[in-house]
């Protein structure tokens, strides 16, 4: 059972491009979460989404950051017209749809780096 | 905002036994402990999670006192490998609700 693979596992950008992270949970997970880690810094939650269905997004900067989870294939995380601070590693989790205190899986991230 | 407290950094000599403190002391009584690690700029790890009682599985145990206001996880034979930062989280089960990650605990093995 594969775990979250996300990628790229770099992705360098110009500014003002756009960048498209993907995500693919485990299998059987329906719960997508997205976090971005600063260099040298913690964990901030972004998004979460179901499939279809964007659940708390209270952690999205307000422009240019949007997320999706559709019915098929993996979660997006597209960042438009990059800036040199965005330049961070965005890392994807997921979970199962029950209850029961599960843990989150983590995918090994995608560095972003912006030039 | 992070509901736990936790040292910022720890050293451990490698074999003997690694124990993370943490405080959540407004703990909720549906929310278990959950605790990560996050080894380099990796993603995080999974380690270990309880509601009240103690807990042990093949990587660490977890000790949660009665009160449950705080918890301590137990790395028995720390290795080089083990060095990380670990984070201790608080929340509901349901996968609803998502994890805050504060500062965590940088633990540093010592050869």
């Known amino acids: 059972n594969a775990g979250v693979m996300q990628n790229p596992r770099h992705l360098v950008r110009r500014r003002g491009q756009e960048a498209r992270l993907r995500c693919s949970p485990m299998?059987?997970?329906?719960?997508v979460y997205w976090y971005r880690q600063l260099p040298e810094e913690g964990l901030k939650f972004m998004v979460y989404?179901?499939?279809?269905?964007?659940?708390?997004e209270s952690g999205m900067p307000k422009e240019r950051f949007s997320a999706e989870f559709p019915k098929e294939g993996p979660s997006i995380l597209r960042i438009q017209q990059v800036v040199r601070g965005d330049s961070a590693a965005y890392f994807c989790?997921?979970?199962?749809?029950?209850?029961?205190?599960?843990?989150?899986?983590f995918g090994s991230g995608t560095r972003l780096t912006v030039v | 905002d992070a509901k736990t407290t936790q040292p910022t950094s720890m050293d451990c000599a490698e074999g003997r036994a690694a124990n993370l403190p943490c405080n959540h002391s407004?703990?909720?009584?549906?929310?278990?402990v959950y605790w990560y690690r996050q080894i380099h700029s990796q993603g995080p790890q999974y380690i270990i999670h309880?509601?009240?009682n103690n807990e042990t599985n093949e990587m660490a145990s977890l000790i949660i006192t009665e009160d449950r206001k705080s918890s301590t996880l137990i790395l028995p034979h720390a290795t080089l490998r083990d060095t990380a930062v670990y984070y201790c989280i608080v929340r509901p089960p349901s996968g609803t609700y998502k994890y805050i990650f504060g500062t965590g605990t940088r633990l540093k093995v010592l050869a």
């Open positions: 989790a997921s979970s199962p749809r029950s209850r029961g205190g599960y843990g989150y899986t």
């Open positions: 989404l179901q499939k279809e269905n964007i659940i708390d």
């Open positions: 299998k059987g997970h329906s719960h």
């Open positions: 407004t703990i909720s009584g549906n929310e278990y």
């Open positions: 309880g509601l009240k």
